[in-house]
């Protein structure tokens, strides 16, 4: 995602090339104007005079502008579907969170817990923050097409958050790159793809050994007959299952009243709720803009490209101003095509794709607020148990998260 500033009435931006569609469209434009010129100095009269009424090439060319605008449209669409689908997920899993916490805490006394279960309760309330985490990052890099484990790392709260706006985290070099494929995408048939957002999605408490061989023997579970299947996204539903479960197991304890399992199984509408935006999300990242009408699309630019010099000269008599016409009318007319192909995949690595990585620090930060707000007092009890000696923070601290992480860390250990 590109950050930009309006300020001088938005001018500044008009001299920005990186994730700008300009470069893309300034080919064909090129290719037009450089047509216009040579017929201007050596187009045969017969061709530049043989239009005689441009009524048929305005109706072409209010076809061809319906069809760009029409498909920039749906791809604006699709671009805030993503964005908002994904804070959606967001805020149910804040939810999911605060309730399945709120009840852990409130559903059985402190008088009357035993040292077991509070170390039972201790170990839910930690290992909810982490499947939340788990969970959210699965969702985001299956979103990406991105199913390599190792992009998913453990959030400490001491590293750099990921930065927000590609432009800022891009290397002069990595410009350089993008602006020369813009302008000749030989990477298209080199196999060349440039990572322009930070791949890594922090988990907290990362994942352990015994995460990552349970995703590696999903396949062997299902049978010889089904061992060649790729089950890389089914890691979600995994993740999800065993979440499920797990609370579920939970709350069914002989420690609990039924009525707190009633309030359980209510509760988990909202994990149900995040499955199904994340289905959502997954409908935009699996179907591709419609490819006949992409394909119609790109003709009728394509055709307009090759034709409106023969028109520009016909009525045009001043040669500069027709070369102008022919570039600004096709720069305008592609600029628009190559705005909606930026906006129909949100998910990915293009400068302006959404910064996946940043929503899931964003998550990070506000489920350790969560897990510092709603835990009891005996909690100290057992980490003091555990080694643990940090003091507990308050949250307006700057330090406060990272005390928070750090005494979840320690307890994993």
């Not at 793809?193 to 890594?200: K, R, T, W």
């Not at 988990?203 to 007959?225: P, T, Y």
């Not at 897990?371 to 601290?397: A, C, H, M, V």
Request: aromatic share 14%; net charge negative; hydrophobic share 45%.
């Amino acid at each position: 995602m590109i950050v930009y500033s309006n300020n001088l009435w938005g001018l500044a931006i008009l001299f920005r090339l990186y994730g700008s569609a300009f470069p893309r469209a300034v080919v064909f434009a090129s290719i037009s104007a450089l047509m216009t010129a040579i017929l201007y100095y050596y187009g045969p009269s017969p061709i530049i005079y043989s239009i005689s009424n441009p009524f048929a090439y305005s109706m072409y060319g209010s076809l061809v502008s319906f069809a760009v605008v029409f498909r920039s449209n749906l791809a604006y669409q699709r671009y805030w579907e993503g964005r908002t689908t994904v804070q959606t997920i967001m805020g149910r899993l804040h939810v999911l969170t605060m309730k399945m916490m709120s009840l852990n805490k409130a559903s059985l006394p402190e008088s009357k817990m035993t040292q077991e279960d509070k170390v039972l309760f201790y170990n839910f309330h930690k290992t909810v923050t982490h499947k939340v985490s788990l969970l959210f990052g699965l969702m985001l890099c299956h979103l990406r097409g991105d199913f390599n484990l190792n992009n998913i790392v453990t959030y400490t709260g001491y590293e750099a958050a990921p930065i927000l706006g590609a432009d800022q985290a891009a290397t002069a070099w990595l410009k350089l790159k993008t602006f020369f494929f813009e302008l000749f995408p030989v990477d298209d048939y080199l196999g060349i793809e440039l990572i322009h957002l930070d791949p890594h999605m922090h988990v907290i408490g990362g994942m352990s050994e015994e995460e990552r061989q349970a995703f590696g023997h999903l396949q062997q579970a299902l049978g010889d007959e089904q061992k060649n299947m790729l089950l890389e996204d089914t890691r979600v539903i995994s993740v999800y299952s065993s979440f499920y479960t797990m609370m579920i197991d939970h709350f069914s304890l002989p420690c609990f009243d039924p009525k707190v399992v009633t309030s359980v199984l209510s509760t988990l509408n909202a994990l149900d709720d995040v499955l199904g935006s994340f289905g959502q999300a997954c409908k935009l990242a699996t179907t591709p803009f419609p490819f006949p009408w992409a394909q119609v699309v790109t003709s009728f630019l394509v055709i307009m490209t090759i034709t409106l010099p023969f028109v520009t000269v016909t009525f045009l008599k001043q040669s500069w101003i027709g070369v102008m016409t022919s570039f600004v009318t096709i720069l305008t007319y592609w600029s628009l095509n190559e705005v909606a192909n930026e906006m129909e995949d949100p998910f990915g690595y293009d400068p302006n794709d959404l910064p996946l990585s940043c929503f899931q620090y964003d998550l990070n930060k506000q489920l350790l607020t969560i897990s510092w707000k709603s835990r009891p007092q005996y909690f100290d009890e057992i980490e003091s148990g555990l080694g643990i000696t940090n003091p507990k923070p308050r949250l307006s601290e700057p330090s406060a998260i990272e005390d928070v992480v750090l005494t979840f860390s320690n307890s994993e250990s």
